[in-house]
């Protein structure tokens, strides 16, 4: 979960969203479930100053730590960072780190109270493979933490942002390309656990007032991250064993074709959505999209900077058949025409950043 906490000026109302003077608000409050230590979280707090500040949990969408960007523009102080876990060193020497977790009502509260939120990034919740192998916790975190975010924002005027996905959407939606509004009829936990979303954040905007704001994610693409139990993860391990190893084992089949997204524009992306005046979005919900490939293809083009590297496939029948029923394509015609959305990143931009990072990674540690 990320908040933001912006300082208000008298008779200012509170606001919700990343990067807007308003700050997200951190809550608090009594649960009568523990998140497990295995379960991850994001969230941001910003003061209430023009100033926002976040706090991240980095175990979702492989937004980890994605706090830097967040606090490069608003400052390391406005920034919050939490998780139910000790952080690495890097992480907690960069600025505010605080314990939160999402099922307990009252520490989230107490975060948004003490912080003086006003925006709020809800990225908790396990993943889509994680999440079929443990339906009961992905239930808890998905939806009963959902719950907990959206009673606090509620409570406190914040702006809340809630990430959905690719995953939204079933083997009944339309695939190619797969618009902002469809039939959705997702298979998975975690896929059911977003359309709730989606549906709750819209309701409690429609009903309540609350300035609530997603946007559905392709599968994220990040250097700087380990893959987290997604069926699109294999678009990062495979940067990881090209570099290291010159070979790669790829779950999916061949040409299972799904949007995708480097990480900088999912951030940027994120930022501009929460920055949007409320006037123009005409939905609360918007597909966002960069590119869309195969594991062929992007093997080749990796090959084109590793010539030894080599592909084999050993396709796992779960992922495959959550893949399957998942866009090959997404038009976010909507976002580009509201707010401006554009991407930055085709897939030679990404693989070139991606084994930039790597390969300068993977020498300093032969070095070492």
Same mark, same amino acid.
């Given at each position: 979960?990320?908040? !933001?906490?912006?300082?208000?000026?008298?008779?200012?109302?509170?606001?919700?969203?990343?990067?807007?003077?308003?700050l997200p608000v951190r809550f608090l409050g009594i649960s009568p479930r523990q998140i497990p230590?295995?379960?991850?979280?994001?969230?941001?707090?910003?003061?209430?100053?023009?100033?926002?500040?976040?706090?991240?949990?980095?175990?979702?969408?492989?937004?980890?730590?994605?706090?830097?960007?967040?606090?490069?523009?608003?400052?390391?102080?406005?920034?919050?960072?939490?998780? !139910?876990?000790?952080?690495?060193?890097?992480?907690?020497?960069?600025?505010?780190? !605080?314990?939160?977790?999402?099922?307990?009502?009252?520490?989230?509260?107490?975060?948004?109270?003490?912080?003086? !939120? +006003?925006?709020?990034?809800?990225?908790?919740?396990?993943?889509?493979?994680?999440?079929?192998?443990?339906?009961?916790?992905?239930?808890?975190?998905?939806?009963?933490?959902?719950?907990?975010?959206?009673?606090?924002?509620?409570?406190?005027?914040?702006?809340?942002?809630?990430?959905?996905?690719?995953?939204?959407?079933?083997?009944?939606?339309?695939?190619?390309?797969?618009?902002?509004?469809?039939?959705?009829?997702?298979?998975?936990?975690?896929?059911?656990?977003?359309?709730?979303?989606?549906?709750?954040?819209?309701?409690?905007?429609?009903?309540?007032?609350?300035?609530?704001?997603?946007?559905?994610?392709?599968?994220?693409?990040?250097?700087?991250?380990?893959?987290?139990?997604?069926?699109?993860?294999?678009?990062?391990?495979?940067?990881?064993?090209? +570099?290291?190893?010159?070979?790669?084992?790829?779950?999916?089949?061949?040409?299972?074709?799904?949007?995708?997204?480097y990480i900088d524009d999912c951030l940027r992306a994120t930022l501009e959505v929460m920055e949007?005046?409320?006037?123009?979005?005409?939905?609360? +919900?918007?597909?966002?999209?960069?590119?869309?490939?195969?594991?062929?293809?992007?093997?080749?083009?990796?090959?084109?900077?590793?010539?030894?590297?080599?592909? +084999?496939?050993?396709?796992?029948?779960?992922?495959?058949?959550?893949?399957?029923?998942?866009?090959?394509?997404?038009?976010?015609?909507?976002?580009?025409?509201?707010?401006?959305?554009?991407?930055?990143?085709?897939?030679?931009?990404?693989?070139?950043?991606?084994?930039?990072?790597?390969?300068?990674?993977?020498?300093?540690?032969?070095?070492?």
């Open positions: 979960m990320l908040c !933001i906490r912006m300082l208000r000026r008298v008779g200012q109302s509170p606001a919700f969203g990343c990067w807007t003077p308003v230590s295995d379960a991850n979280f994001h969230s941001a707090s910003f003061s209430d100053t023009d100033h926002p500040r976040d706090s991240l949990h980095p175990r979702c969408c492989q937004l980890v730590w994605v706090d830097f960007p967040f606090r490069k523009r608003f400052g390391k102080d406005n920034v919050i960072l939490s998780d !139910i876990r000790k952080p690495p060193d890097h992480v907690f020497h960069s600025g505010p780190f !605080i314990y939160s977790d999402i099922l307990d009502y009252k520490n989230l509260r107490e975060i948004v109270v003490n912080n003086r !939120i +006003t925006w709020l990034f809800h990225y908790s919740a396990l993943l889509s493979a994680t999440g079929e192998a443990n339906v009961s916790l992905a239930r808890a975190v998905n939806i009963t933490g959902l719950h907990n975010i959206l009673d606090v924002a509620v409570e406190h005027n914040l702006r809340l942002f809630v990430p959905s996905t690719i995953g939204a959407f079933g083997p009944t939606s339309p695939r190619n390309p797969t618009p902002d509004l469809c039939i959705q009829r997702p298979r998975t936990i975690y896929g059911v656990s977003k359309v709730h979303a989606e549906l709750m954040g819209e309701y409690y905007h429609y009903r309540y007032g609350l300035d609530f704001r997603c946007l559905r994610y392709p599968g994220i693409i990040s250097a700087d991250s380990q893959p987290g139990g997604g069926t699109t993860d294999y678009a990062v391990q495979i940067f990881h064993d090209a +570099t290291k190893h010159g070979k790669f084992e790829c779950n999916l089949e061949a040409r299972t074709r799904l949007p995708m997204m949007a005046p409320a006037e123009s979005l005409s939905m609360r +919900t918007y597909n966002v999209s960069a590119m869309s490939f195969t594991p062929e293809e992007l093997a080749q083009e990796v090959l084109k900077h590793v010539p030894e590297f080599q592909i +084999t496939y050993n396709v796992d029948a779960v992922r495959q058949a959550i893949a399957d029923g998942w866009p090959m394509n997404f038009d976010d015609s909507n976002a580009r025409k509201d707010w401006g959305w554009k991407h930055d990143f085709d897939l030679p931009e990404l693989v070139t950043a991606m084994l930039n990072f790597h390969g300068s990674e993977t020498r300093v540690a032969q070095a070492n």
